[in-house]
């Protein structure tokens, strides 16, 4: 930039590193009026938030091109696993005396037909327009109710749930049922990450004009030729898995225009860190301490 400004050459974008590993991208340009220079503009950006924001709006690109294919393919493949499933049923009905062989093979015929139809409803609903009821909440006590929603899931696991909260409230605008189950579906998604027991801990911040959440656990990590994957549906690394709980975290924060990043190391653990905008709050600490722990949510995980 010195030699820059000591030749009134502009300086086009180049990416150095800065204080504490940080990587900066760096441009100088000079101002003119007329044949005269009044002034020099000095662009800095924070690489790693530039890459960040691509890899997110590539992430919904991605969920945007599936959720046209998909849905008009799993309405078109409904029709005939249903038509399948009727005719199923009137052949058994039909061949009454089936030998155990026979009866056997068409057992699984029907299992796994049914096996795809729930496959194919998961994808109607997970690509389907929703509603939000919206409403100014406490994240604090969104993570409380969390906490002791996944508590037994926690004492089966021998995992201790540490929680670090603010003393002030941290407004949000959300939909209450989809919030708590974007963050239930990570709490136990950590649960499982520790099989030899461990520490889980939820904390909760404010960052300027965000809401800041983090679920840290003590897992096995995510390993890293994966982990540009974890957000897409029906990937898993688990055998008992689903792949549906991260797709559908990632989706939920985005209905609340919020944010979810991950920061993970293999046999060291992992954490999740949700932004939400933060809301003109009219919440008292009093109307803040209520609590919805009551909500039953499902527990899809991946």
Known sequence: ????????????????????????????????????QIGALLIMRDAESVRRIGDEIEMSRRLSASGRVTGGVAHEVKNPINAIVLHLQLLQNK???????????????GSEIHRLDRVVQTLVDFMRARELHLEEVDLRRVLEDVALLAAPDAEQHGV????????????IKADLDFIKQALLNVVLNGILAMPHGGQLTISARRD???????????????????????????FTTRKDGNGIGLAQTYQILQWHYGSVEFESREGEGTMFRFRLPLAA?????????????????SKPTT
Not at 18 to 33: H, I, K, P, T, Y
Not at 96 to 109: C, E, F, V
Not at 217 to 232: C, H, N, R, S, T
Not at 283 to 293: D, F, K, N, V, Y
């Open 281 to 297: 709050s009219g919440l008292t600490p009093e109307h803040a301490a209520g609590s919805h722990a009551e909500t039953v949510l």
């Open 160 to 171: 201790t749930i540490k929680r670090d909260m603010p003393g002030e409230p941290l407004p």
């Open 208 to 234: 300027e004009d965000a809401v800041v959440a983090e679920v840290r656990d003590q897992g096995v990590g995510i390993a890293q030729d994966v982990q540009d994957k974890i957000f897409e549906l029906y």
């Open 1 to 36: 930039m010195l030699d820059a400004f000591e030749h009134k050459r502009p300086l086009l974008q180049r990416e150095s590193v800065a204080a504490a590993g940080r990587r900066v991208q760096v441009s100088l340009d000079f101002l003119q009026e007329k044949s005269t």
């Open 95 to 109: 061949l009454a005396q089936l030998d155990p062989d026979t009866r056997r093979h068409m057992d699984i015929i």
